[in-house]
């Protein structure tokens, strides 16, 4: 079946540090490719998708590429806040209405 | 416009209580969803629904059970709580299913069951 596996947390760093999370996909067929976000307190959101290979979603300072040679949907942003602080859920869609989410990363920026 | 809404943010349960979970959203979404979150594994599919009166299975629907009366309400019913219930149960909808399927989200209900 469809599989999402993201790197292990927490991810601990810096006020303006690079962040890349790391995501890799299993799944039948031509997936679409989420990043959800959830912000302590509160349920998921959605960052940012793409729906076809080489697309580049990107949503407040983040971005992904969908990257069907690899299987990849890697979560980058150039310069992290403390208010990026959350858990990053990737997530992918396979089928019909059914959505296989990853395990999810916990970010921690620090001042 | 509120979103999605869940009711209660917390509870505890005693084994072999029953409770409902509470979902509305105001969005007119015809599919609905219940997850629930356990530390460390990501979210898995309960229950779903596409429409007022449709509802099926998702991965882990054993001790649960869904209604569906009306397009904005999808509460998700315990009948005899277990301590492997303990967990974070997620309310979603979406406008649209299939690939393009953005699920928006409540605030969550934190169950634990003693």
């Known amino acids: 079946g469809d599989s999402v596996t993201q790197m292990e947390g927490p991810v601990t760093l810096s006020e303006e540090a690079f962040l890349t999370i790391n995501c890799t996909y299993t799944?039948?067929?031509?997936?679409?490719l989420f990043w959800y976000v959830q912000y302590p307190g509160e349920g998921l959101q959605l960052l940012l998708k793409?729906?076809?290979?080489?697309d580049k979603g990107s949503n407040k300072g983040f971005e992904a590429t969908y990257r069907k040679e690899t299987t990849s949907f890697h979560l980058e942003k150039g310069s992290v806040q403390v208010s990026d602080s959350a858990v990053y859920f990737c997530?992918?869609?396979?089928?019909?209405?059914?959505?296989?989410f990853g395990t999810g990363t916990k970010l921690q920026v620090i001042p | 416009n509120a979103g999605v809404t869940q009711t209660p943010k917390f509870r505890i349960l005693k084994i072999g209580q029953s409770m409902t979970l509470q979902c509305t959203q105001d969005?007119?979404?015809?599919?609905m969803y219940w997850y629930r979150q356990d530390p460390g594994m990501g979210l898995k599919l309960i229950y779903y629904?596409?429409?007022?009166?449709?509802?099926d299975k998702g991965e882990v629907p054993n001790g649960y059970n869904v209604s569906r009366s009306t397009t904005e309400d999808f509460p998700l019913r315990l009948e005899l709580a277990a301590p492997s219930q303990t967990s974070v149960y997620f309310c979603?909808?979406?406008?649209?299913?299939?690939?393009?399927?953005?699920?928006?989200f409540g605030p969550g209900t934190r169950l634990t069951v003693l």
């Open positions: 793409a729906t076809k290979a080489d």
């Open positions: 799944a039948t067929g031509y997936p679409s």
């Open positions: 629904s596409v429409g007022a009166g449709i509802t």
């Open positions: 969005m007119n979404h015809n599919y």
């Open positions: 997530a992918l869609i396979g089928g019909y209405q059914k959505v296989t």
């Open positions: 979603a909808s979406s406008l649209l299913a299939g690939r393009y399927n953005e699920q928006f």
